[in-house]
């Protein structure tokens, strides 16, 4: 919904949680700069911009690192006022399109766009398009990193806290915002036809919606397993009862702890979009699965109807349509077997091919 913005809440009316988020978001910010002298601009989220552009310069002062202050307010010729103070390590650190617009030094180092709720959904919001680094502060007590440039910083660096954070504050009203979703899950599995006594995974798990449909499907003698990259969303499906139904593994699908080809079933729902290098991921699953076993792809809205609710149009190249999965499967080890995009359901499934 679009609206007045939600200002950043001071730090002093943070939760502990809310310091903590907001200090490891600064953290990993101020460790992508480049060292020495740096432009960097916050761009996005107006009025968001400057209150992150002034606790980005509030961290670099704590680390001792010299840091000058160009605001949104500050006049556009008067640049001279930084260049009078700056060392040759000073970093300047800009908010705002007009600043952006105009780079003291012909080129920003850093942009950093933050993802706010658009307060006219008909705008256009290309502003985030070229950026190096993009913050979501769709909730302004609990920023997250969704992109750093690779020149910047590996992936490695920051992927890991920043998407057990995205899914972390998601976790305790999964189910209460999703739970309708139960019967298309079941129904899934069903359709799959896995294998009685069979090893099943679900990587993904989430809140484990799918774990009583896999039990019930591979049978009291059969295995199920739910991973998850993200404490919290286990944690949930402990809550609701479903380590009845599985074993829940704290996990990265990246790098799966299962050995080669020990697996029958690989479900994943809603999971591919949110790796990092999909086909890699594909790849990853492959590894574990033994030849003829079976991948499951699902998420319980066709393409078209998600793009819809986040207000994306869809992309033909995005990793679920057709022909980009028909390849990145064929790519990894697998032959896509069957693939239904309607509006109610996405379910692709693939078969593991020998090597
Ligand atoms: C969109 S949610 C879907 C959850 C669940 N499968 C469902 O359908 O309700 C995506 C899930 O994938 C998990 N996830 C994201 N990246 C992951 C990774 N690299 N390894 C394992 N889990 C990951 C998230 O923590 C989150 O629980």
Not at 77 to 93: F, G, K, L, N, Q
Not at 182 to 200: C, F, H, K, M
Not at 298 to 307: D, I, T, V, Y
Request: negative net charge; contains cysteine; glycine residues 8%.
């Amino acid at each position: 919904m679009a609206g007045e913005p939600v200002s950043v809440p001071e730090w002093q009316t943070l939760t502990g949680e809310q310091t903590r988020r907001w200090t490891e978001v600064l953290d990993h910010l101020v460790a992508v700069l480049p060292p020495g002298a740096a432009t960097v601009v916050v761009d996005g989220g107006t009025p968001h911009s400057a209150v992150v552009a002034e606790r980005l310069a509030d961290t670099l002062h704590r680390l001792g690192r010299p840091c000058a202050r160009l605001t949104d307010t500050t006049p556009l010729a008067d640049e001279d006022s930084w260049h009078t103070d700056r060392t040759p390590d000073t970093v300047a650190i800009a908010d705002g399109p007009r600043w952006r617009a105009r780079p003291p030094t012909g080129k920003w180092d850093v942009v950093i766009w933050l993802r706010t709720p658009p307060v006219d959904p008909t705008a256009h919001r290309s502003g985030g398009n070229g950026c190096d680094v993009v913050v979501d502060l769709h909730d302004p007590g609990w920023p997250v990193i969704r992109q750093i440039a690779d020149r910047l910083a590996s992936l490695e660096r920051w992927y890991l806290s920043e998407s057990r954070a995205f899914f972390a504050i998601r976790a305790a009203t999964w189910d209460t915002r999703f739970g309708d979703d139960l019967p298309a899950y079941r129904a899934a599995v069903t359709e799959a036809r896995l294998p009685a006594d069979g090893v099943a995974v679900d990587i993904g798990c989430g809140t484990g919606r799918a774990l009583p449909a896999l039990r019930h499907a591979v049978g009291p003698n059969g295995t199920v397993i739910g991973l998850d990259i993200t404490p919290q969303m286990l944690a949930s499906a402990a809550t609701h009862s479903r380590d009845a139904a599985a074993t829940l593994v704290l996990g990265d699908a990246r790098h799966l702890p299962f050995g080669d080809a020990t697996v029958d079933v690989i479900f994943a729902a809603g999971l591919i979009t949110h790796l990092p290098d999909p086909e890699a991921g594909l790849l990853e699953l492959a590894r574990t699965t033994r030849p003829g076993g079976r991948l499951v792809l699902f998420h319980p809205s066709g393409r078209a109807a998600l793009a819809a609710r986040h207000g994306r149009t869809l992309d033909p190249d995005e990793p679920l349509a057709e022909a980009p999965l028909r390849r990145s499967t064929l790519h990894s080890g697998w032959q896509l077997t069957s693939y239904d995009d309607s509006e109610h359901r996405f379910l692709a499934t693939a078969t593991r091919q020998s090597n």
